[in-house]
């Protein structure tokens, strides 16, 4: 089919429909569904003719951490060929390959339906109106990212005679239970709901399919597994992220101007920090130490920044500068530091709204069945072989930035409660792994307790931000900075628009607004619906690495959450003796 189907958002792409990801469009003109694989980044290049510079998307830092040469943004407008302009799309295969007819409910593959005069859509020729045929509902999946048709013609155990069978999916009562694959020739049937049970289809291997890319793998030993082919467990996106920064040395070299000389002078580093505490500390605008201020002055004088190796921690130390005393119009990150409000000190070091930001979003592939949770799976490929490019998108936007203590956060992260609790969640999480069958090294890193604190604080934060700041929680997204050095969190919002938003987010630093905002959110996370089911961790499942968690509390949108709502504890946050905010409720 050469035909445009349909338009999807760029966004979307990244997220939501990229190759491997089912999709279903309205044709134009007849209304009829027709649904498709979007196809893999060879496709898209063989559709863009060459003229992909107009998408090019560059983000120097992520380029070096993916090994690509740049990125491509989903291809929109127009080409030229033979002179006439022709539109610049993504390609999508027809799939599932079987489709029934609404009124026989017979159904067959595409091959065997009767095309329209324009040849887009497909129609039943023995029902009376011609009807449009539709998708079957049901796809196999695996593992290891493979997709194939449900096996229609094994599946069923005919009669014996049954030469020329004739299958027909109808309804005969609610649910997949009273959804019966029959044949009109032998009047055999049998429910789909049996296709649903661990042993659904057992004479069944994996077909390697994968008609993204155009083939079959072959070897492949995962048991297939049959879902509804919109069901979320189909695709789930593998994506790398990085904020846009300015060059930090910059506002960095400005910070120390005055002293540059005397620290190049100083090659001794004992001496050169006694020399930054006794002349640069008393003025210094900033929660850095002696020792970190040096540090930066190493990687400034040696051109090395990291970047390459770490972008959340230059992120980190970025988002800890008040970028508004520069050039606000050239500034790419707008970041304005804001008072800490008094009853938070000590507990929170640093606030600052986040009045622009740019953020490139990379897709560098996909999972099924499970979506990524704690470590790093072997992603499905999104193309045959491997190419000097990734598809991504630019948002721009704008967020609420904030860090925790870092002194009080190492002294509470060694208390022998906390200690212990969160050695009872790893042993939690390995007995489950292995009661899966998996085979696991050790714990994920997202499994401690500063993690889990941040990720708990982000969601309750974005959960609270939602009522007060215009913004529904689907629309705002979490980037949690947790490290030896590290324990803050951006809680921003960003669209494909280069205008970016309206500012209601990062409004809402604003030291009377933030106060109010912090202990709102905790306060809405001491208790639960669920409890004490929640509270004591027994709603849990013990593969995502939560504790005192679910739905009806802490979980947000899978949109919002880096971690697929994995590694969570309101426990940790301001619902029982391990809180870190314990103080708060005094």
Same mark, same amino acid.
């Given at each position: 089919m050469s035909k445009n189907v349909g338009s999807i958002r760029r966004s979307q792409i990244i997220s939501t429909f990229g190759p491997g990801a089912i999709v279903d469009f309205r044709l134009p003109g007849s209304g009829a569904l027709l649904s498709g694989v979007m196809q893999g980044l060879e496709a898209w290049e063989a559709y863009?003719?060459?003229?992909?510079?107009?998408?090019?998307?560059?983000?120097?830092?992520?380029?070096?951490?993916?090994?690509?040469?740049?990125?491509?943004?989903?291809?929109?407008?127009?080409?030229?060929?033979?002179?006439?302009?022709?539109?610049?799309?993504?390609?999508?295969?027809?799939?599932?390959?079987?489709?029934?007819?609404?009124?026989?409910?017979?159904?067959?593959?595409?091959?065997?339906?009767?095309?329209?005069?324009?040849?887009?859509?497909?129609?039943?020729?023995?029902?009376?109106g011609k009807p449009a045929v539709v998708p079957v509902r049901f796809v196999a999946i695996c593992e290891n990212g493979h997709l194939d048709d449900f096996p229609w013609t094994s599946w069923l155990t005919h009669e014996l005679g049954c030469s020329r069978p004739v299958l027909a999916l109808k309804?005969?009562?609610?649910?997949?239970?009273?959804?019966?694959?029959?044949?009109?020739?032998?009047?055999?049937?049998?429910?789909?709901?049996?296709?649903?049970?661990?042993?659904?289809?057992?004479?069944?291997k994996c077909g390697g399919g994968r008609p993204w890319l155009g083939g079959r793998q072959s070897g492949c030993e995962a048991a297939p597994r049959i879902t509804q082919r919109g069901a979320s467990n189909v695709y789930f996106s593998i994506e790398e992220s990085a904020i846009t920064l300015p060059d930090w040395k910059v506002s960095f070299r400005e910070k120390i101007a005055d002293f540059i000389d005397m620290l190049d002078f100083l090659d001794d580093e004992e001496m050169r920090i006694a020399f930054i505490v006794k002349k640069i500390l008393p003025t210094w605008d900033g929660p850095?130490?002696?020792?970190?201020?040096?540090?930066?002055?190493?990687?400034?004088?040696?051109?090395?920044?990291?970047?390459?190796?770490?972008?959340?921690?230059?992120?980190?130390?970025?988002l800890l500068t008040d970028?508004?005393?520069?050039?606000?119009? !050239?500034?790419?990150? &707008? *970041?304005?530091?804001?008072?800490?409000?008094? $009853? %938070?000190?000590?507990?929170?070091?640093?606030?600052? @709204?986040?009045?622009?930001?740019?953020?490139?979003?990379?897709?560098?592939?996909?999972?099924r069945l499970k979506a990524q949770v704690g470590g790093k799976p072997d992603a499905v490929p999104l193309s045959r072989s491997g190419l000097s490019w990734l598809p991504a998108v630019a948002m721009h936007g704008e967020g609420v930035f904030l860090s925790l203590d870092l002194d009080a956060v190492s002294a509470w992260e060694r208390r022998p409660d906390v200690v212990s609790h969160?050695?009872?969640?790893?042993?939690?999480?390995?007995?489950s792994a292995r009661a899966e069958?998996?085979?696991?090294?050790? !714990?994920?890193?997202? &499994? *401690?307790?500063?993690?889990?604190?941040?990720? $708990? %604080?982000?969601?309750?934060?974005?959960?609270?931000? @939602?009522?007060?700041s215009g913004y529904s929680s689907s629309a705002l997204r979490e980037r949690l900075y947790v490290g030896p050095d590290m324990a803050g969190l951006l809680i921003y919002t960003s669209t494909p628009d280069a205008d970016g938003t309206m500012g209601g987010l990062s409004r809402q630093a604003r030291p009377a607004r933030m106060e109010q905002l912090v202990f709102?959110?905790?306060?809405?996370?001491?208790?639960?619906?669920?409890?004490?089911?929640?509270?004591?961790?027994?709603?849990?499942?013990?593969?995502?690495?939560?504790?005192?968690?679910?739905?009806?509390?802490?979980?947000?949108?899978?949109?919002?959450?880096?971690?697929?709502?994995?590694?969570?504890?309101?426990?940790?946050?301001?619902?029982?003796?391990? @809180?870190?905010?314990?103080?708060?409720a005094e």
């Open positions: 863009t003719k060459g003229g992909y510079k107009q998408d090019m998307v560059r983000e120097p830092r992520l380029e070096a951490l993916l090994g690509v040469d740049h990125f491509r943004a989903p291809p929109v407008g127009t080409y030229l060929k033979d002179g006439q302009k022709r539109d610049r799309v993504l390609p999508i295969e027809r799939f599932p390959d079987w489709l029934s007819c609404p009124e026989c409910h017979v159904i067959n593959r595409s091959g065997q339906w009767a095309p329209s005069r324009n040849r887009d859509s497909l129609h039943c020729g023995q029902c009376r309804s005969v009562g609610a649910g997949i239970g009273g959804l019966l694959l029959t044949c009109k020739s032998c009047g055999a049937g049998r429910s789909m709901a049996e296709a649903f049970s661990p042993k659904g289809i057992p004479k069944h850095d130490s002696a020792e970190e201020i040096a540090r930066r002055f190493r990687e400034m004088k040696e051109d090395n920044s990291g970047s390459e190796g770490d972008l959340r921690l230059d992120e980190f130390r970025m970028t508004s005393e520069f050039d606000e119009s !050239a500034m790419i990150l &707008l *970041n304005r530091q804001q008072p800490v409000p008094p $009853t %938070l000190t000590g507990m929170i070091s640093w606030i600052s @709204s986040v009045e622009r930001l740019r953020e490139v979003r990379a897709l560098t592939g996909f999972t969160l050695a009872d969640l790893i042993q939690t999480y390995m007995d069958g998996k085979q696991v090294d050790g !714990a994920p890193q997202q &499994l *401690n307790a500063r993690y889990m604190l941040i990720h $708990t %604080l982000a969601h309750a934060l974005i959960a609270r931000l @939602s009522l007060d709102q959110a905790l306060a809405d996370h001491e208790l639960c619906s669920a409890d004490p089911l929640c509270s004591e961790g027994m709603a849990r499942s013990g593969s995502n690495g939560n504790h005192a968690a679910c739905h009806n509390c802490v979980f947000l949108p899978e949109t919002s959450c880096e971690a697929w709502n994995g590694f969570l504890d309101r426990s940790l946050l301001s619902a029982g003796p391990l @809180s870190f905010f314990k103080s708060l």
